[in-house]
C-alpha cells in the first residue's frame, strides 16, 4: 500500500489502537485521513494522536529537544534521568523535560522511579529508587533525628529508569 502513495504522503499503522492514518503533507493546513481498521470511530483516540503528533513536532522542531531525546535514547539501561537534569543539561523547560519522559515511557523504554528528595543520612530506610510510592515508608528519620514526613509531594523525587535497550 505504501508504494502506491505519492511522496508526500505518509501512513502509520497505531497497533495498539488499531487504526491507521494516512497523512497528506503538500497541502497547507495538513490533511490526516483515519482508517478505523478492528476499532469504532472515537473523538478520544482521535485526540490520542493528534496528541502524540503534536509531542513529536514539537521535539522535532527544537534542537534542545533533539540533543535531548538523543541523549535519552542512548542512555544504558538501569540509568534513572531525574528531569532536572535535562533542563540544565539541555536548556529545555521542565514541561518539556516530562513530556520527553513520559512520551518515552508510553514507548515502554524509561519507567518511573521515586525517592526520598533529601541528601540527609537516614536512619534506617536505603534512599534509592524505588518502582512505587508504596515502598516510600510515610515518615524516616534522619540520623540527627529529625524526622521527614513523606506525605508530602515535596519530600518525593521523580526520575525514569531506562528500562528497554
Not at 40 to 58: D, F, H, K
Not at 62 to 72: E, G, I, K, V
Not at 139 to 156: K, L
Amino acid at each position: 500500500m505504501i508504494d502506491k502513495m505519492p511522496g508526500d504522503d505518509v501512513f502509520l499503522i497505531w497497533q495498539k489502537l488499531q487504526i491507521a492514518t494516512r497523512m497528506s503533507l503538500r497541502d497547507t493546513p495538513n490533511e490526516i485521513l483515519f482508517i478505523w481498521t478492528k476499532t469504532q470511530p472515537s473523538m478520544s483516540l482521535i485526540g490520542t494522536v493528534i496528541a502524540t503528533l503534536m509531542r513529536y513536532r514539537q521535539i522535532a522542531s527544537s534542537d534542545s529537544m533533539q540533543h535531548a531525546l538523543a541523549y535519552l535514547q542512548s542512555t544504558n539501561l538501569r540509568t534513572v534521568v531525574e528531569p532536572y537534569h535535562l533542563t540544565q543539561q539541555f536548556a529545555i523547560d521542565l514541561e518539556q523535560a516530562f513530556s520527553l519522559l513520559f512520551q518515552l515511557s508510553r514507548n515502554r523504554l524509561f519507567e518511573a522511579r521515586y525517592r526520598l528528595r533529601t541528601q540527609a543520612e537516614l536512619h534506617d530506610y536505603l534512599n534509592v529508587w524505588v518502582t512505587s510510592l508504596a515502598n516510600i515508608p510515610a515518615r524516616v528519620f534522619t540520623s540527627d533525628g529529625e524526622e521527614i514526613s513523606t506525605n508530602s509531594p515535596d519530600e518525593i523525587e521523580i526520575g525514569f529508569e531506562r528500562v528497554q535497550a
